[in-house]
């Protein structure tokens, strides 16, 4: 049996942008380790919290 699951452009284009984020954070997470100063590391820590808040939102939006 193979059911077929018909997704709005709009779905679809969210869910693509949250993939996106979500590489995102899980890049600036990496980021912090390679960091030499101080700085670096909050703002790499900075972009991981709101890269990772940001695709919780877009997870919201797509559970409607």
């Known amino acids: 049996m193979s059911a077929q699951i018909s997704h709005s452009s709009s779905y679809r284009t969210t869910l693509i942008v949250k993939l996106v984020v ?23 820590g900075a972009l991981t ?12 939006l797509l559970a409607g």
């Open 22 to 44: 979500v590489a995102i954070s899980g890049v600036t997470a990496a980021l912090p380790a390679r960091a030499r100063g101080a700085t670096g590391r909050a703002v790499f």
């Open 49 to 60: 919290g709101l890269s990772a808040l940001a695709a919780l939102f877009l997870g919201v």
